[in-house]
């Protein structure tokens, strides 16, 4: 299997620390609203590589954290009059909520930044013995320049980066670069007390400490989005390095940024979208299917027309499956051994298994990896019939089912109750038909058309579709 490393800029094999094991550190949200659809983009991938690594017979542990204190939770909660704290356990309800329409599995842990400050507090004091970070006034600062490493990540030379920064008149840095460890609090704002007086952490100092105390020293993996590269991530590397003296994550993922119509999402250009306002629109299963059909590193365009194609897309896929799960049923089916032909479509079948498969373990192409399952399908609405045998069929059907799995696409045809007056005219179709009045049963047919119900008559009985 190889990643695209972003600290090296290559693809590379991937090697776990450990046998059989894969420690997995995603940045997760700042609860203070709904998440936008941006936000769905590493939570969908992330979670399609966790699913993928446990098809391969590793042990994940993955960690994605709640940031629950932050200056956007504290102004919501000035703006309504309530506790940070009700701000940051209302929306993380909501992301949860999200997250299960987006068929997304919950973290193996997921830590809150407010549950985790003591063993902040322990790490700045670390950082500080050893001469990397310093108090003024109650600010810790971490010595950025006392990692001789910094910037490896994003490539930025610290010179370059300090000749375009500023130092606030209200700040007393030692260096333009240094950044935030800790902060003395504000009136109304959440607090804890510290050796350098009561305040709160920092931003970037909440992973180091849960990457750590979750999953060790070293991880794996780290993912995010791109926009996390600098500085958030390269700090992390920093303050982790410094405290441990060791290497903090072997491989980088960053996934690219998501526009809306060839733009950049913005409120002020008007196109900025919460994934419930979409799931209110679009089934959250079209919503990842539409994330998975492009590489995580290419930019992703989001409109409505594409995921509109997207849905069409899906539906070829759970039609087919349904298909196969209404042929299972039939009793024209044989129950004896696979037939020849039956054994050579089954090994083109293997074939797209294993094409799905290089796909996935070059650098997670989901795109190449959907492209194997229409084939797979293509395969079976071909060659799956009321005369094969049922071994055959169920074959098919769990391949195609299995690989949808690995991506986290639910197959099973959502049961839709149809309008009571819908139900009545198929009703009378069916009485037509039997009584042979076929204009009538005609007529029927195209007035259900016109409604947008599609009819379809089978050895198994009438079914319908939505056009």
């Not at 609860?31 to 936000?39: A, P, Q, S």
């Not at 932050?70 to 909501?94: F, T």
């Not at 005609?442 to 079914?463: A, M, N, S």
């Amino acid at each position: 299997m190889k990643i695209y490393n972003t600290l090296t800029r290559q693809k590379e094999d991937f090697i776990p620390i450990e046998e059989n094991k894969v420690r997995m550190y995603v940045c997760g949200p700042t609860v203070y609203n709904y998440i936008h659809i941006g936000n769905a983009r590493p939570a969908i991938f992330f979670d399609t590589v966790r699913r993928y690594f446990e098809y391969k017979g590793y042990e994940v542990n993955y960690v994605s954290n709640f940031t629950d204190v932050d200056d956007k939770i504290i102004n919501k909660a000035l703006e309504e009059g309530v506790e940070a704290k009700e701000i940051s356990e209302r929306y993380i309800q909501e992301f949860k909520q999200d997250m299960e329409a987006l068929n997304v599995r919950e973290a193996s842990f997921n830590p809150k930044a407010t549950e985790e400050v003591d063993e902040m507090i322990k790490m700045i004091q670390n950082l500080i013995d050893k001469g990397h970070a310093y108090e003024k006034n109650g600010t810790v600062y971490f010595r950025t320049r006392s990692f001789k490493e910094y910037g490896k990540l994003s490539k930025k030379n610290i010179d370059d980066l300090e000749a375009g920064a500023r130092i606030a008149v209200s700040e007393e840095k030692d260096d333009p670069m240094d950044f935030v460890l800790w902060k003395p609090k504000k009136e109304g704002e959440p607090y804890w007390t510290a050796p350098w007086g009561e305040g709160r952490p920092g931003w970037h100092i909440e992973c180091s400490v849960m990457s750590c105390k979750y999953l060790g020293d070293q991880i794996d993996i780290h993912g995010g989005g791109e926009d996390l590269i600098f500085p958030h991530h390269e700090n992390e590397i920093a303050q982790s390095e410094a405290a441990s003296g060791k290497e903090f994550a072997r491989y980088w993922m960053h996934n690219a940024f998501i526009n809306i119509d060839n733009k950049k999402m913005s409120k002020s250009e008007g196109n900025f979208f919460t994934v419930r306002e979409i799931c209110n629109e679009f089934p959250g299963q079209v919503i990842r299917f539409f994330m998975l059909n492009a590489h995580y590193r290419s930019p992703l365009n989001f409109s409505r027309d594409l995921i509109e194609a997207a849905k069409n897309s899906l539906e070829r896929i759970i039609t087919s499956v349904d298909q196969l799960e209404h042929l299972l049923k039939s009793e024209g089916l044989s129950n004896g051994k696979l037939s020849s032909d039956e054994k050579a479509v089954l090994k083109e079948a293997d074939a797209l298994k294993d094409k799905f498969e290089m796909a996935m373990e070059d650098d997670f192409n989901t795109a190449d990896a959907i492209a194997a399952i229409f084939e797979l399908v293509r395969l079976a609405n071909i060659n799956c019939k009321g005369e094969s045998s049922r071994i055959f069929i169920e074959d098919m059907q769990n391949r195609i089912v299995t690989l949808c799995h690995i991506l986290g696409i639910k197959t099973k045809k959502e049961e839709e109750i149809l309008p009571e007056d819908i139900e009545r005219l198929i009703e009378e179709r069916q009485i037509a038909r039997k009584n042979r009045d076929f204009a009538k049963a005609d007529q029927i047919r195209d007035d259900l058309l016109k409604k947008g119900i599609v009819l379809e008559d089978t050895r198994e009985g009438v079914r319908w579709k939505r056009k």
